[in-house]
């Protein structure tokens, strides 16, 4: 994929397959395009050339919400939750689009519609089981701790049901705690969910311990791409990270 800003290529030929089941990490110093890339898979930005796929799915040109109905989830670098809702409030619109009665049914209180209410807050509560909400499911979202509210984000984003989840420097901001349980959520979305993942991160520790792969952009251009230990060590990347 190529992606130009006046004047600015911000992503020139780049390409990368992320295989099912797997954290690929998308590593590089700032500037480097990583959101940019987030941009253009989840649709919020269209590439001058190439193109996105999803197994057999074109999602180049589709819009944001019709890549997310594919099971494209995203989870933005900051804080995205309304802060006086309550958690479960939240992961409830999650659910939002997976919701098959319309609101008419919902108001009018038909069974067909309470049975699917039910079923959808059973999900949410699994799932804030799942990353260890479970107990916070009546607060506020916004008086949960850092960390947590970060974690709730995460539960919001599986309750659409993905089946790829980009994530967006998950562990930034968090205290040493906080980043290890966030590792330990996404490994078991991986491995006990099936989810695939693609993970923008700084913590070389966190993507050395979580990631199968990692592609390594550097100004706009692929400058590595293979297992984390082989990368680490590749020339072009030491270059890249120590600003030569
Ligand atoms: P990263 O996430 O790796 O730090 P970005 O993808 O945010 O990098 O940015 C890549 C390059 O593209 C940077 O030089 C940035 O300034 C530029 N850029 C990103 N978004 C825009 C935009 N909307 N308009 C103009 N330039 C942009
Ligand atoms: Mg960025």
Redesign the pocket.
Known sequence: MTVR??G?T?LDGVSFTVRPGTVHALI?P????????FNVLSGVCRPAAGSVRFGDQELTGLPPHRIAELGVARIFQNLALPPHATVEDCLLLGRHRLTRTGFLAAGLRLPTAAREERRHRERVREIAAFVGLERHLDRPAGSLPYGQQKLAELARALCMEPRILLLDEPVAGMTADERRRTAAVVAGVRDSLGISIVLVEHDMGVVMRLADAVTV?DF?RLIADGAPGDVQNDPAVVRAYLGE
């Open positions: 800003f006046a600015l911000a590089g700032n500037g480097a395009g990583k959101s940019t890339c952009l706009g």
